[in-house]
């Protein structure tokens, strides 16, 4: 497995690029590249050439997420302005807005049926979960203290949810927190199963293995590792470490032979979950790396954004 450099477009935005997703391809188009970026707008991108589709503007603060209903015919945006913008993603059109409270927006996901979009709910402690048919907040799932603290303990202080994650089964839901603290959920009984633990600074990104692997949940934290947890047996099977610096994001290819991080160190890194090892190391970026992104389905494509405002994409092999 390898990663070859493709295409990259320098100031892909005027602020730094934040975020990114891959949209589904549709029966009428194939998939598009999402960004979203400090500069307040979310851009589409042809797949292949990333020739600029169309920008969509709408926030009055940073987009800090955007994410794709699986069908590829909607998708969202999250903002620092506290809103999640749903749209249509040939059209523009404004499907709903979303409100919350501030710092109550963060990382989101739309569920593998696409009946749900959760939202990392940052100062709440807590995921939303939004239904896509009502666009109704029907279910908030809380992450509890920590047993044996005391309310006015400083230390059991509510959890900053910055990330979150969907099972492949979309029957869990993983969130990562800023104390280092992953949380698993039973989403149809809204309930808090454990903790996962083993880092101990911010996890900003999480992704489950595609089936038949869908056991295994990848963390990237601030702390430098990449964790690989067996999720349903609440076990750390294996901790991966490279990057010179914070773990930004972390996803997995969809054969799930690889994963890709980025990293404050400006990297982008390709890892071997059998030789719990990185194999290969991009050094397109000037600036740290936000979001790294495979492409559903096939053809083996991975995406980069930074905050050098720019956009790496590469085949994977």
Same mark, same amino acid.
């Given at each position: ?13 005027? $602020? ?18 999402? #960004? ?56 523009? #059109? ?137 999720? $349903? ?9 490279? /990057? ?40 397109? /970026? ?32």
């Amino acid at each position: 497995m390898k990663l070859g450099g493709l295409k990259s477009v320098e100031n892909a935005h005027d $602020e730094s690029v934040w975020t990114a997703t891959w949209v589904p391809a549709t029966d009428t188009r194939p998939a598009v590249l999402l #960004t979203g970026s400090l500069d307040e707008t979310v851009k589409l991108w042809r797949s292949d050439e990333l020739e600029l589709v169309r920008t969509n503007t709408g926030h009055c603060l940073g987009v800090v997420s955007v994410a794709s209903h699986p069908s590829g015919v909607i998708a969202a945006s999250a903002s620092l302005d506290s809103l999640v913008r749903v749209f249509d993603v040939d059209t523009n #059109t404004t499907i709903a807005t979303l409100e919350a409270p501030p710092s109550e927006v963060w990382q989101m996901q739309f569920d593998p049926k696409g009946t749900t979009l959760a939202v990392a709910g940052g100062g709440s402690a807590s995921i939303k979960l939004w239904d896509t048919a009502t666009w109704r907040l029907v279910a908030t799932l809380s992450i509890p203290r920590p047993e044996g603290h005391k309310p006015s303990d400083k230390s059991s202080s509510k959890k900053f949810v910055l990330s979150v994650a969907w099972s492949p089964d979309g029957r869990r839901l993983a969130c990562g927190s800023m104390d280092g603290t992953i949380s698993l959920f039973d989403v149809a009984r809204a309930k808090f199963l454990y903790h996962l633990e083993g880092h101990y600074m911010p996890v900003r990104s999480l992704v489950f293995s595609p089936e038949p692997d869908s056991r295994k949940l990848y963390t990237a934290s601030d702390d430098g590792h990449v964790h690989i947890y067996d999720a $349903e047996g609440k076990a750390i099977i294996g901790a991966m470490s490279g /990057h010179a610096s914070w773990v930004l994001s972390v996803d997995v290819s969809p054969d799930g032979e690889a994963i890709a991080t980025g990293s404050s160190d400006k990297t982008v890194r390709l890892w071997d979950f059998k030789m719990r090892a990185a194999i290969q190391t991009m050094s397109n /970026h000037t600036d740290q790396v936000w979001a790294v992104a495979f492409r559903p389905g096939g053809g083996g494509r991975l995406a980069s954004v930074s905050d050098d405002k720019s956009i790496s994409l590469y085949h994977y092999s």
